[in-house]
C-alpha cells in the first residue's frame, strides 16, 4: 500500500514541477478548447426595387366632322350647288405617360450568422 502512495505522490510531484504554458509568462495565448461553434440571429431586410412602365393616358381616337353642301340661287327660278356635302376625319394620337412603382424583389429573412472572435490574439 506504501508503494501505491508513494507512486501517487510521486505522479502528483511531477505534475506540479513540469512546466505548462501559465508558468512560461504566456498567459494571453492560453485558449481553451471550444465546445461549440456560436452563432448570432441577423436580420437582412427586404429589399426594393423602382420599376418605370409606360401607360397609356388616352387612347387615339378619330373624329368625323360633316360639312352640309352649299346651295346658291344663281337665277331667282334655279337652285345651284356650289360645293357638295364632306366628311372631314380628326384623329388625334394616344397619350402616354411613364408611371413608376416599388415592387419587392426580396422579402425580410433573418438567418444565423458565426459569432466574430473577440480577440484578435487568441481568438477568444
Known amino acids: 500500500m ?9 505522479t502528483a510531484l511531477a505534475a506540479v514541477v513540469i512546466p505548462t504554458a501559465a508558468s512560461a509568462g504566456c498567459y494571453s495565448c492560453y485558449q481553451p ?3 461549440c461553434q456560436q452563432y448570432q440571429q441577423v436580420v437582412a431586410p427586404a429589399e426594393y426595387r ?7 393616358v388616352s387612347p387615339g381616337r378619330v373624329r368625323a366632322y360633316r360639312t352640309p353642301p352649299r346651295y346658291r340661287t344663281v337665277m331667282v327660278p334655279k337652285t345651284v350647288m356650289v ?42
Open 50 to 56: 423602382t420599376v418605370q412602365e409606360t401607360v397609356m
Open 2 to 10: 506504501s508503494r501505491v502512495i508513494a507512486a501517487a505522490f510521486a
Open 83 to 124: 360645293s357638295p356635302g364632306r366628311v372631314h376625319y380628326e384623329r388625334t394620337a394616344p397619350q402616354y405617360a411613364v408611371q413608376e412603382r416599388v415592387e419587392m424583389v426580396a422579402p425580410a429573412r433573418a438567418y444565423y450568422a458565426p459569432v466574430a472572435p473577440r480577440c484578435s490574439t487568441c481568438g477568444y
Open 33 to 35: 478548447q471550444p465546445c
